[in-house]
């Protein structure tokens, strides 16, 4: 972010408290000399509001469509041509080789890039007054097809997943960059009081193969980095007080705790303690508000139903219903990781199993939202890091990565609704029209939340990083 007077307080703060920690003798009294009209202007022990309270709402560069973002990644990477982009060429040529000239250049994950062409697996049929060709695994999607924005001409960088994963949720392959919620956070703080600005879930049958860099702080003050939640029981493992420790003994040792920790800050004025102290008061906010929020036997039968969720349950229609249940608290950023769409064989049964598994939630979700009236300034984004071949891998049932093409879509927020964006090429291998690279992706998403993303900066090690790194444009054909 641009520099602010509250960040050279900061950086002042640290100065002096190097001087007065680490100066001797006469050295000492003359910096003080040479720094005393300066030092007298930063005495004051909370010299930001911003260091009292890291997550305190804050005012983007211009008026947002979105002020809130839930992102459902389906790590792993689904099928484009299986699910969102029928090519009838694909069927015609299933078993053949594709042209030499195609290939030229190209650096496949696993597989020989000339294996054959593999047909979609599928059905595909149109929904909607616009008119969507969707797969037949797809029903629940069909009935919201005209509330989103499908986007065919997704690209990224990366191959493979741990890589791809993380430039996908930070902008870079590298890890300890801030992941998206985290400079969501930093830049807007957070309306909740009671609950992280940005929350969790991992419903797949793993982890991501990123790991935790994917929804890290990186550089930021550790306040911005995601908090996992746990889709059972307790969200965050040891939340509840042991036996013998009650709310007045608790609250009278945080207190005693925070009393050091705001007296340090105020002398040292480094972010880390204000983190701290936003955990221990937020930690004990949560022993009220997270068991409310989890406790889905609040919500009706139909809503339920809706999501096929099931209380007491971890799944990811479970996930997606808590979601919306954050955004309502004021959490800003929301992200379920499904890692589970790695299919280099099994392709037909896997994709079906997990269609089954969160098609109907996902659309839930956007139906939900709607009612509520919060799909409007509420941005749900689903996808993973990238496609897959039109190639065949596993005697004829698998695809391999593939990082020339891919489909997302995109729901509320200020998206315009009910388009389909970009085309791939006859086989589904390139993004042929309208190209929607990942720095673009973050592009347009800081844009909705307020943000021009090239003056959403964090200076570290001398120079000012961002989202979108050097690159990135706003995709306007998907503003409304």
């Known amino acids: 972010m641009d520099r602010s007077p509250e960040t050279e307080a900061r950086a002042h703060l640290t100065r002096r408290w190097f001087f007065q920690e680490c100066g001797v003798g006469l050295g000492t009294a003359a910096l003080a000399s040479l720094l005393g009209a300066e030092t007298s202007r930063a005495a004051s022990p909370l010299p930001s509001p911003d260091l009292a309270d890291p997550l305190t709402p804050k005012a983007p560069h211009f008026a947002p469509k979105a002020k809130r973002v839930i992102f459902l990644f389906q790590a792993g990477a689904p ?22 000239e195609l290939l030229k250049g190209y650096r496949a994950a696993f597989i020989n890039p000339s294996s054959t062409l593999l047909a979609p697996k599928f059905k595909f049929a149109r929904h909607g007054q616009s008119g969507a060709e969707l797969s037949e695994l797809l029903p629940h999607l069909g009935e919201v097809v005209d509330d989103v924005a499908i986007v065919k001409s997704m690209v990224t ?36 009081r009671d609950l992280p600005g940005f929350v969790v879930f991992s419903t797949g049958s793993k982890g991501t193969s990123g790991g935790a860099a994917n929804y890290g702080c990186g550089f930021l003050p550790t306040v ?14 040891y939340l509840s007080n042991p036996p013998g420790v009650d709310r007045e003994i608790q609250r009278a040792s945080i207190d005693a705790v925070q009393a050091l920790n705001r007296q340090h800050l105020g002398a040292v004025g480094d972010p880390e303690i204000a983190t701290r102290i936003n955990a221990f008061e937020l930690a004990y906010r949560m022993q ?3 068991p409310d929020l989890m406790n889905l036997a609040g919500e009706s039968a139909e809503t339920l139903a809706m999501y096929g969720a099931e209380p007491g349950k971890s799944s990811y229609a479970n996930a997606c219903l808590l979601a919306r249940r954050l955004v309502e608290r004021g959490t800003r950023f929301v992200q379920v990781f499904h890692e589970a769409w790695d299919h280099h064989g099994g392709l037909t049964s896997g994709l079906k199993d997990q269609c089954a598994r969160t098609d109907k939630a996902s659309a839930a979700l956007v139906k939900d939202l709607k009612r509520r009236g ?44 009910g388009i389909t964006l970009g085309k791939t ?6 993004a042929a029209e309208d190209k929607v690279h990942v720095h673009d992706l973050h592009a347009t998403i800081l844009h909705l939340l307020g943000f021009d993303h090239t003056r959403l900066t964090h200076r570290f090690q001398g120079r000012d990083f961002r989202l979108t790194d050097v690159s990135g444009e706003v995709v306007t054909k998907l503003l409304a």
């Open 79 to 100: 099928s484009h041509l299986d699910l969102f982009d029928d090519k009838p060429a694909l069927r015609k040529f299933d078993g053949t080789l594709p042209p030499a």
């Open 157 to 192: 960088d990366a191959f493979n997943h741990a890589p791809a994963q993380i430039f996908m949720n930070t902008g870079s392959q590298q890890f300890g960059r801030p992941s998206m919620g985290s400079w969501a956070t930093y830049g807007l703080g957070s309306e909740g």
């Open 224 to 237: 911005h980095q995601g908090v996992p939640f746990r889709g059972q029981g307790d969200p965050v493992l």
């Open 288 to 290: 009220s508000a997270a």
């Open 374 to 417: 919060l799909l409007d300034d509420t941005l749900v984004i689903w996808g993973g890091e990238f496609g897959r071949t039109p190639m065949v891998q596993g005697g004829n049932d698998g695809r391999d990565h593939h990082p020339n093409a891919f489909t997302m879509w995109l729901a509320g927020g200020g998206i315009k609704p």
């Open 425 to 430: 090429d006859d086989l589904g291998f390139n």
